[in-house]
């Protein structure tokens, strides 16, 4: 099976830096992917990692540790739209067809 | 350029009524598809997945089922509601190879009373 964990909510400040972490228990892990989700709407693709290290992407950037089983996401120079969920999830190709498990998401509160 | 819908965008059912989903990717020809219900405060659950026409497999025991008629067409049914199917439903989709992420649909948001 697979079991993935996040904090269920933080909160920033406006310009500042956060760091949203993820762990995970999976057998046949292929890739770890996070989403960002605003209320109401559908999930959209932030970042893919499947190599351990760090994968940059303007504003926000992913890290690995495939052995520890561990994953964040760096959201920098907050503004108040990134305010929303941020969902990890983990492939597992023992399941087939790509498939992926999602956390339950951290819902992010960015603040004045 | 690749596109998915889902219809209707909202629905109201009250329990024991029949419900059916629907969803179609635009501009790519052999996806996985795949739906999803998110409920209140909870992730994203894995319902079922196709990797093509009339091949659907289902990953919860529930009452609700799905068949892929089409190459490019999912739907999810049920004969009867429960007051637990209420939900944000979504479909995605992948390329079977190349890709890596999952692009999702605009969702379906489903209040059974």
């Known amino acids: 099976g697979q079991n993935i964990d996040q904090p269920t909510e933080m909160t920033a400040t406006e310009g500042a830096i956060v760091q949203i972490n993820c762990t995970y228990q999976?057998?046949?892990?292929?890739?770890l992917f996070w989403y960002q989700q605003h209320a109401g709407e559908a999930p959209t693709f932030l970042s893919y990692n499947v190599l351990d290290g760090l994968e940059e992407k303007g504003r926000f950037s992913s890290f690995l540790s495939r052995s520890k089983g561990y994953s964040y996401l760096l959201l920098k120079e907050l503004q108040m739209k990134d305010s929303a969920s941020y969902l990890c999830a983990v492939r597992d190709l023992e399941t087939g067809a790509n498939n992926l498990f999602f956390g339950t998401g951290t819902r992010l509160t960015v603040i004045p | 350029s690749q596109t998915i819908h889902q219809w209707p965008a909202t629905l109201v059912q009250p329990v024991g009524s029949p419900l059916s989903l629907e969803c179609t990717v635009e501009?790519?020809?052999?996806?996985?598809l795949y739906w999803y219900r998110q409920a209140a405060g909870r992730g994203l659950q894995l319902l079922f997945y196709?990797?093509?026409?009339?091949?659907i497999s289902s990953e919860v025991p529930q009452n609700l089922s799905a068949s892929r008629p089409q190459d490019r067409q999912f739907i999810l049914s049920s004969k009867k509601l429960l007051l637990s199917d209420s939900g944000f439903y979504l479909c995605?989709?992948?390329?079977?190879?190349?890709?890596?992420?999952?692009?999702f649909g605009p969702g379906t948001r489903l209040t059974v009373l």
């Open positions: 196709s990797v093509g026409i009339g091949q």
């Open positions: 995605a989709w992948i390329w079977t190879s190349g890709m890596n992420e999952q692009f």
């Open positions: 501009g790519t020809s052999n996806p996985n």
């Open positions: 999976t057998s046949g892990f292929n890739g």
